[in-house]
T-cell receptor, first 114, second 111 residues
Framework: KAGVTQTPRYLIKTRGQQVTLSCSPI?????VSWYQQTPGQGLQFLFE???????NKGNFPGRFSGRQFSNSRSEMNVSTLELGDSALYLC?????????????FGNGTRLTVT | TQLLEQSPQFLSIQEGENLTVYCNSS?????LQWYRQEPGEGPVLLVT?????EVKKLKRLTFQFGDARKDSSLHITAAQPGDTGLYLC???????????FGKGTMLLVSP
């Protein structure tokens, strides 16, 4: 079974630009969550989607948005990039929502904003 | 304020040594998970503990959930270079549906 696939692996953008990151979950998984990982803050929850609906949202500004498609693939978008948005963005999928569904992470997209 | 505090932040040891890393909170968690993340990869789930006082073993790794479900520990016996990585604890706070992560303990095991 293929794992969670995130594309691209690396991105370099300039302040003010916008970026779209993609995540393909494990086949059959309907829940996709996004996390931002930085050395200073660790992993912080961005949002969770299940069956194309946003179920939960973390404490991030409106510049961060996401969506999920009918095939469970998900994208997240960051507009008006700031230097502080430089981070590893991780996507995780699970078969359903809730405490009993383990998360399977992709290897992330490393975003650098200059 | 970090909901889950992990200590130590960094640990550098020799192969064959034993070690314990800690994950503490003032909040009650309905379950706690431990992940290991290697450079350039995403976190991989090692174990989930759900009952206060629960102890789980995974080969040389022993995980314990505190009786009050506010803390957890990970003990590694006879560490090997392959144990090198970032160890993350994460949990579901009682009444919440999102997973909260600690900042992690970076472990380096030298041959």
């Amino acid at each position: 079974k293929a794992g969670v696939t995130q594309t691209p692996r690396y991105l370099i953008k300039t302040r003010g630009q916008q970026v779209t990151l993609s995540c393909s979950p494990i086949s059959g998984h309907r829940s996709v969550s996004w996390y931002q990982q930085t050395p200073g803050q660790g992993l912080q929850f961005l949002f969770e989607y299940f069956s194309e609906t946003q179920r939960n949202k973390g404490n991030f500004p409106g510049r961060f948005s996401g969506r999920q498609f009918s095939n469970s693939r998900s994208e997240m978008n960051v507009s008006t990039l700031e230097l502080g948005d430089s981070a590893l963005y991780l996507c995780a999928s699970s078969s359903s929502t809730g405490h009993n569904s383990p998360l399977h992470f992709g290897n992330g997209t490393r975003l650098t904003v200059t | 304020t970090q909901l889950l505090e992990q200590s130590p932040q960094f640990l550098s040891i020799q192969e064959g040594e034993n070690l314990t890393v800690y994950c503490n909170s003032s909040s009650v968690f309905s379950s706690l998970q431990w992940y290991r993340q290697e450079p350039g990869e995403g976190p991989v789930l090692l174990v989930t503990v759900v009952t206060g006082g629960e102890v789980k073993k995974l080969k040389r790794l022993t995980f314990q959930f505190g009786d009050a479900r506010k803390d957890s520990s990970l003990h590694i016996t006879a560490a090997q270079p392959g144990d090198t990585g970032l160890y993350l604890c994460a949990g579901f706070r009682s009444g919440y549906s999102t997973l909260t992560f600690g900042k992690g303990t970076m472990l380096l095991v030298s041959p």
